[in-house]
């Protein structure tokens, strides 16, 4: 009913799609359209966005639900492992497996309620590895601050 779009909306998503698509593509729109509010909610955990009274989610679309209709908004992600300076300086891993006998930064899946298995390909082979001695984060940032601090071995997205 108006020239401008006017009024609030809500949105669910995480740290790292906040920080790398959905932020970077918002703030210009905000600045064109000051009669709009958002209201940002960021965790990791699935939410029921209707009962929760979302206008939107943001997730990684292999995680989305039944019943709702995904629109991408960004480019595909991987994950990569990555290691601190200390660990890199030590005898590390060889291989996927070997990660069971290191400290790892892991992240807790609030919906599953359990810790991230770390994916790898080989040979065009998935295998998942439930990392050794882990500690957890649930936000990406926190994740590489430590990582880069010499507390452990983190999985960190990468987009391609």
């Given at each position: 009913?108006?020239?401008?779009p006017a009024g609030t909306v809500r949105i669910t ?148």
């Amino acid at each position: 009913m108006r020239d401008k779009p006017a009024g609030t909306v809500r949105i669910t998503l995480s740290d790292h799609a906040l920080q790398t698509t959905v932020w970077p593509k918002l703030r210009p729109v905000l600045r064109d359209y000051p009669d709009l509010r958002v209201e940002l909610y960021t965790d990791n955990g699935m939410r029921n966005i209707v009962e929760e009274r979302f206008d939107a989610g943001v997730r990684l679309g292999e995680s989305n639900r039944q019943g709702h209709d995904p629109v991408r908004i960004g480019p595909d992600w991987r994950l990569v492992a990555v290691a601190s300076r200390t660990i890199r300086a030590s005898p590390g891993p060889e291989n996927a497996q070997d990660l069971v006998g290191h400290s790892c930064i892991n992240m807790r899946q609030t919906a599953a309620g359990g810790l991230y298995a770390w994916e790898f390909e080989k040979k065009r082979r998935e295998l998942r590895v439930r990392v050794g001695r882990p500690d957890h984060l649930q936000l990406v940032r926190p994740m590489i601050d430590a990582a880069i601090s010499g507390y452990g071995m983190p999985t960190s997205r990468k987009t391609s």
